[in-house]
């Protein structure tokens, strides 16, 4: 909550990533708490907003869910144009969601804004036994291409807040 002469840091947080990788999901595991397991399909881009304590700092996120499948990737930019964050979300028992994830990556490194804070979530980590994304292997190339990098259960709620909270963090320091 703000406290009295605490300025509220507006953030823009977006997330993007294939369709059934789990951004709903974290977002409503991070905005209200709860896990569905039938989430509904998001249509174009679906908007929540979320107020967190980070230090001594009030950081309101506005967060954009965008739908994950092809037919809205032209409108991608005008999500990620001006962020404060973008989220890029793959599925831990999928590589083809991370191969996706990386073109995600590429596509904001090209036309993107520079000083959009990246953040990669490895989600489904509950999913162990069905793993097909290393976090070892993932951890490099996040280091190499400057992204922050948390594998995320939706589910169980691993490291949902703590993304959150990083790119906060993150974000006090640069704004
Ligand atoms: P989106 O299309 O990327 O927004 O993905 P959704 O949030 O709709 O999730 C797709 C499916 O994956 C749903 O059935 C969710 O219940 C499930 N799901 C999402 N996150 C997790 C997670 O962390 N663990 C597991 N086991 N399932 C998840």
Redesign the pocket.
């Known amino acids: 909550m703000a406290t009295a002469g605490n300025q509220i840091k507006n953030a823009k947080l977006v997330?993007l990533?294939?369709?059934?990788?789990?951004?709903?999901?974290?977002?409503?595991?991070f905005v209200k708490g709860q896990?569905?397991?039938?989430?509904?399909?998001?249509i174009g881009a679906a908007f929540f907003s979320k107020t967190l304590a980070v230090n001594d700092e009030t950081v309101k996120f506005e967060i954009w869910?965008t739908?994950?499948q092809e037919r809205y990737h032209s409108l991608a930019p005008m999500y990620y144009r001006g962020a404060a964050a973008a989220v890029i979300?793959y599925?831990i028992t999928n590589s083809a969601t991370f191969i996706r994830a990386k073109k995600w990556v590429q596509e904001l490194q090209a036309q993107g804004n520079p000083s959009t804070i990246m953040a990669l979530a490895g989600?489904?980590?509950?999913?162990l036994e069905s793993r097909q994304v290393s976090a070892e292997a993932t951890q490099t190339y996040a280091q190499e291409n400057g992204l922050f990098f948390m594998e995320?259960?939706?589910?169980?709620a691993?490291n949902v807040n703590d993304i959150f909270y990083e790119i906060g963090m993150l974000w006090t320091l640069v704004c």
Do not use: C, H, Y
Request: aromatic content about 6%; glycine content about 10%; cysteine-free.
């Open positions: 997330l990533g294939d369709a059934g990788t789990g951004k709903s999901s974290l977002v409503l595991r896990f569905v397991e039938f989430q509904e399909s998001t869910d739908a994950g979300v599925d989600n489904k980590a509950d999913l995320t259960s939706a589910k169980t691993i």
